[in-house]
Every structure is written in C-alpha cells, then in structure tokens.
C-alpha cells in the first residue's frame, strides 16, 4: 500500500531564510506526488506535482519540490521564506489502488518576521 | 465562483443523531471525494466516486454512507453519529480518479458530536 511520512510537526523559519519541508514516500511503481498548503480555517490548495521529468518540479508562490528516487523523498522547498507562507503543508501520494490520494499527517511551517 | 461548496459550515450533533453533509461542484469534475481531518493525522478519506454511478470505500468508511447524486454532488451521511466522529470533513472533486490534475477543496464542515 501507499504510505507517505512527514517527520516533523513543526518547521521555523525567519522571514527571508531558505525552507525545506521534509517528505518521503513509500509506494509500489511509480510515484505520483502531490504537495499541498492549508491556510487556517480554509481547504486545501494544491501547490506543485510530480508525475515525470524533471527531477525539480515549480509550483505556486515561489515553491518547489525535489523528486529523489534514491531517497524516496519529495521535500518541499523555497529559496526565501515570507509570513505569509505560515500555514500547514500536506504531501500526498497517489494510491493507484483507489485512484484517490492518501495524504501525510501534515507539518506546521511558522515563518517569523 | 466556480468550486466545491459545501454545506453546513458548522454542526452540533448528539450522539445517536443522523445528519448528511453536502458537497457540489460546477467544474464538471467525474470524480469526487470525502476526507476527515483530525490533528496529527492529516486528512485520511472515508468515500470517493471515482465516476457518476460508483462508489468505493476508504481508509475510514465505518460508520458512514455516501451518495454520488449525479455528476455534480456527492452527499455523506452519519447514521448514528459518534463522538468519535467529531472532525472537521473535507469534501474534494478531480477530473479523474487519482487526481493527477490536483484536487479543489471545499472549505470544510466542522462537526462537533456530544
């Protein structure tokens, strides 16, 4: 089955500094990764994919992941942080048995001023 | 604006009350789906209809029924609510099974069960 872990709960960062989002996979075939942002009180957004390619993938506001197969990982990075980017980050994965997504539990990013 | 609505925003339940929660989308979307999201666990999905006419069971179907209406809605019922059921409950759509082209969220149901 599908799995997708994130290690930390929590991510701080200061305004300006560089972010990273951790993120690894477990999957049979070949991923289909997914990260997504979660601003209080609203749904989730989607932020970038990884189907194939590139191994670095753009997405919205700046972000971007790295797709590592040798790792397993799909980490979730920005090269300058802004407060605004505060909210909750799920990365997820393609369950290709349910054609449905199974998320991570979720890392809280806190970018102080 | 063109999304998924979902309705209500907010539910207090006893425990033993029924309730169904909507979901409708105007994208066209085939596919729709149901998650919970509870602190520390993410969203984990309950139902999903990866066309009109179908239904599948997720990771956490105990306890709930859907219904895929027609293309554009997708109703979730609780039949004899729980405290454990106390979540907030994201109804999502896609183009397709998968969601290779990114899911568009609701904006969440807030359940409360006492």
């Known amino acids: 089955a599908q799995s997708v872990a994130q290690p930390e709960d929590q991510v701080n960062v200061a305004e300006g500094n560089p972010l990273t989002v951790k993120c690894t996979y477990s999957?049979?075939?070949?991923?289909?990764l997914f990260w997504y942002v979660q601003y209080p009180n609203r749904g989730l957004q989607f932020l970038l994919k990884?189907?194939?390619?590139?191994?670095l993938v753009k997405g919205s506001y700046g972000f971007e992941a790295e797709f590592n197969k040798s790792q397993t990982s799909f980490h979730l990075k920005k090269p300058s942080a802004l407060v605004s980017d505060s909210a909750l980050y799920f990365c997820a994965v393609r369950d290709m048995g349910r054609r449905a997504l199974t998320f991570g539990s979720g890392t809280r990013l806190q970018v102080q001023p | 604006n063109a999304g998924v609505t979902q309705t209500p925003k907010f539910q207090v339940l006893k425990t033993g009350q029924s309730m169904t929660l909507q979901c409708a989308q105007d994208m066209n979307h085939n596919s729709m789906y149901w998650y919970r999201q509870d602190p520390g666990m993410g969203l984990r999905l309950i139902y999903y209809?990866?066309?009109?006419?179908?239904?599948d069971k997720g990771e956490v179907p105990n306890g709930y029924n859907v219904s895929r209406l027609n293309k554009r809605e997708f109703s979730l019922r609780l039949e004899s609510a729980a405290p454990s059921q106390t979540s907030v409950y994201f109804c999502?759509?896609?183009?397709?099974?998968?969601?290779?082209?990114?899911?568009?969220f609701g904006s969440g149901t807030r359940l409360t069960v006492v």
């Open positions: 209809s990866a066309s009109e006419g179908t239904t």
């Open positions: 990884y189907i194939t390619g590139d191994n």
């Open positions: 999502a759509s896609s183009v397709s099974g998968g969601g290779d082209y990114g899911y568009t």
């Open positions: 999957v049979s075939g070949n991923p289909y």
